[in-house]
């Protein structure tokens, strides 16, 4: 045989074993058969978030006692609306204004699951009002959809998960395994005295937890490129949160006579040099999302990813082109704050930025500071830890469980036969105060949402669809009882 026809030979024989392995990937998840889902009457839960909306419990970073008010008033709305659930839970107030309900299972061997949610919302910005279609506070219910702040997050899973508990207290269900449900009251300002508090309490009781479910993904499509199908994402980590300050000294004086470089471009020059030099992208964490939606994903993409380990530049090309996607596989950072300077003519005795860093798991802290050091490489560049503005990692969670597979597998009964893929959150959640007390921290919230809903929240014309809201209230009912009876 000659050299030709044996490389060629080999070559096809590589590129067809690349194909198998591409249409392996293509049928990745077997079909469920749909299963029956609570009756839902869709006005309840509608009113209801619409009253739990009115209740302006909002976070915002100097708090009065006055602003805490609404929150005790949430504690008694929901006392009043859930009558049967506050009749089986045990309720303990946490920190004042946080609440932590448990649901005595039957059996006590088994660990308890934990639900974790919080009443707070982020304030409107006044500039923004006119902007709005409906009153962010007046809980205003038209068009099908329930509008205000908290709609998205996340009085809409506060709602559903009570909703849902009514329901199954009725049905006279009790759980086997002990479910905890936490609602935090300051979220959106870090959840130290919330989350961070009940979660010490329930270590200082001994309480070790199977599986804990906190708000994250959903069932949406857009966030991948060249994928517009609806996939669900379950959150399964998130990314730490780290700032850096930079700092330079100048020699204050007149601008007639300047050095080289002010302290301003001292800074500016390091701001750029990082700008330039980004960290290494990595796609151990995004091939799981990848593969979990491949069915959906043009047939090259799939080929690409069936044989990662040949076409990893060009996947990481591909997935660097959109930010959503180019934040899921590296430590990203952007410059946020600039300072230095008092005028025009006067050269800046300092100057100083911050840089925010969102990093990857598997980067620590110390690798982002040595690769800033090395990168910038600018002895006049002061650099430092921004310890106010840095929460630590959080554990990325396996999705070999039966928590995950039970999760998933209700995900495809309510929704349909859509892909179910893990996913790494960009942004915090409670859930990582957690971390000692769970190895299994999963983020969903069960509604399907356009890719313009990604920005209401937060932002402007915040808003949960009536029938999503049914949806949401469906799914709990399930997942309770699923999780409530499993054995594990
Ligand atoms: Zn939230």
């Given at each position: 045989m000659s050299v030709v026809v044996l490389v060629t030979s080999i070559v096809v024989l590589l590129v067809l074993v690349m194909f198998l392995k591409s249409l392996r990937l293509k049928h990745s998840f077997e079909t469920v058969e749909p299963v029956e889902l609570i009756k839902v009457d869709k006005e309840i839960p509608a009113r209801h978030l619409s009253e739990a909306i009115r209740i302006k419990t909002i976070s915002q970073s100097l708090m009065e006692r006055e602003d805490y008010k609404p929150f005790l008033q949430f504690h008694n709305w929901l006392d009043k609306t859930y009558p049967k659930a506050h009749a089986v839970l045990q309720r303990k107030i946490i920190s004042e204004f946080s609440l932590l309900y448990l649901w005595q299972g039957l059996d006590t061997?088994?660990?308890?699951?934990?639900?974790?949610?919080?009443?707070?919302?982020?304030?409107v910005e006044r500039s923004t009002m006119d902007v709005w279609e409906a009153s962010p506070f007046k809980g205003e219910i038209k068009n099908g959809f329930v509008w205000g702040r908290g709609a998205l997050?996340?009085?809409?899973?506060?709602?559903?998960?009570?909703?849902?508990?009514?329901?199954?207290?009725?049905?006279?269900?009790q759980p086997k395994r002990s479910i905890y449900v936490t609602i935090g009251h300051d979220?959106?300002?870090?959840?130290?005295?919330?989350a961070r508090q009940i979660a010490a309490y329930l270590k200082r009781k001994g309480v070790q937890l199977a599986a804990l479910l906190d708000e994250g993904g959903m069932v949406s499509q857009g966030m991948i490129p060249y994928v517009d199908q609806k996939a669900a994402f379950i959150g399964i980590g998130e990314k730490e949160y780290l700032t850096l300050n930079l700092y330079a000294k100048g020699s204050p004086g007149h601008s007639s006579n300047p050095p080289r470089q002010t302290a301003i471009g001292v800074i500016a020059r390091a701001l750029a040099l990082l700008d330039d030099n980004r960290m290494p992208a990595r796609l151990n964490l995004i091939l799981q999302t990848l593969e979990g939606i491949a069915s959906l994903l043009p047939f090259?993409?799939?080929?690409?990813l069936a044989n990662s380990w040949i076409f990893k530049p060009v996947i990481i090309k591909l997935l660097e082109k959109q930010t959503q996607t180019n934040a899921l596989i590296r430590t990203t950072h952007a410059s946020t704050v600039i300072k230095g300077g008092i005028k025009d003519n006067v050269l800046p005795a300092e100057a100083s930025a911050k840089v925010n860093f969102r990093l990857?798991?598997?980067?620590?802290?110390?690798?982002?500071?040595?690769?800033?050091?090395?990168?910038?490489?600018?002895?006049?560049?002061?650099?430092?830890?921004?310890?106010?503005?840095?929460?630590?990692?959080?554990?990325?969670?396996?999705?070999?469980?039966p928590a995950y597979n039970t999760l998933e597998?209700?995900?495809?009964?309510?929704?349909?036969?859509?892909?179910?893929a893990p996913l790494l959150l960009i942004f915090a959640t409670d859930a990582r105060h957690y971390q000692e007390i769970c190895d299994h921290l999963y983020h969903f919230s069960p509604l399907r949402v356009a890719p313009e809903d990604m920005k209401r929240l937060h932002g402007v014309n915040e808003r949960i669809s009536v029938d999503e809201l049914v949806k949401m209230v469906q799914f709990f009912a399930r997942l309770l009882r699923v999780w409530g009876d499993a054995e594990f």
């Amino acid at each position: 045989m000659s050299v030709v026809v044996l490389v060629t030979s080999i070559v096809v024989l590589l590129v067809l074993v690349m194909f198998l392995k591409s249409l392996r990937l293509k049928h990745s998840f077997e079909t469920v058969e749909p299963v029956e889902l609570i009756k839902v009457d869709k006005e309840i839960p509608a009113r209801h978030l619409s009253e739990a909306i009115r209740i302006k419990t909002i976070s915002q970073s100097l708090m009065e006692r006055e602003d805490y008010k609404p929150f005790l008033q949430f504690h008694n709305w929901l006392d009043k609306t859930y009558p049967k659930a506050h009749a089986v839970l045990q309720r303990k107030i946490i920190s004042e204004f946080s609440l932590l309900y448990l649901w005595q299972g039957l059996d006590t061997s088994l660990k308890p699951v934990l639900f974790s949610s919080h009443m707070d919302v982020v304030p409107v910005e006044r500039s923004t009002m006119d902007v709005w279609e409906a009153s962010p506070f007046k809980g205003e219910i038209k068009n099908g959809f329930v509008w205000g702040r908290g709609a998205l997050d996340m009085k809409h899973q506060v709602v559903a998960i009570f909703e849902s508990i009514e329901r199954l207290v009725e049905m006279s269900y009790q759980p086997k395994r002990s479910i905890y449900v936490t609602i935090g009251h300051d979220e959106e300002i870090s959840g130290k005295n919330g989350a961070r508090q009940i979660a010490a309490y329930l270590k200082r009781k001994g309480v070790q937890l199977a599986a804990l479910l906190d708000e994250g993904g959903m069932v949406s499509q857009g966030m991948i490129p060249y994928v517009d199908q609806k996939a669900a994402f379950i959150g399964i980590g998130e990314k730490e949160y780290l700032t850096l300050n930079l700092y330079a000294k100048g020699s204050p004086g007149h601008s007639s006579n300047p050095p080289r470089q002010t302290a301003i471009g001292v800074i500016a020059r390091a701001l750029a040099l990082l700008d330039d030099n980004r960290m290494p992208a990595r796609l151990n964490l995004i091939l799981q999302t990848l593969e979990g939606i491949a069915s959906l994903l043009p047939f090259q993409f799939q080929f690409a990813l069936a044989n990662s380990w040949i076409f990893k530049p060009v996947i990481i090309k591909l997935l660097e082109k959109q930010t959503q996607t180019n934040a899921l596989i590296r430590t990203t950072h952007a410059s946020t704050v600039i300072k230095g300077g008092i005028k025009d003519n006067v050269l800046p005795a300092e100057a100083s930025a911050k840089v925010n860093f969102r990093l990857l798991p598997g980067d620590t802290r110390e690798k982002v500071l040595k690769n800033v050091h090395n990168v910038i490489n600018d002895a006049r560049v002061k650099i430092t830890i921004d310890e106010a503005d840095a929460w630590g990692a959080c554990k990325v969670s396996t999705i070999q469980t039966p928590a995950y597979n039970t999760l998933e597998l209700i995900i495809r009964q309510v929704f349909g036969n859509i892909p179910v893929a893990p996913l790494l959150l960009i942004f915090a959640t409670d859930a990582r105060h957690y971390q000692e007390i769970c190895d299994h921290l999963y983020h969903f919230s069960p509604l399907r949402v356009a890719p313009e809903d990604m920005k209401r929240l937060h932002g402007v014309n915040e808003r949960i669809s009536v029938d999503e809201l049914v949806k949401m209230v469906q799914f709990f009912a399930r997942l309770l009882r699923v999780w409530g009876d499993a054995e594990f």
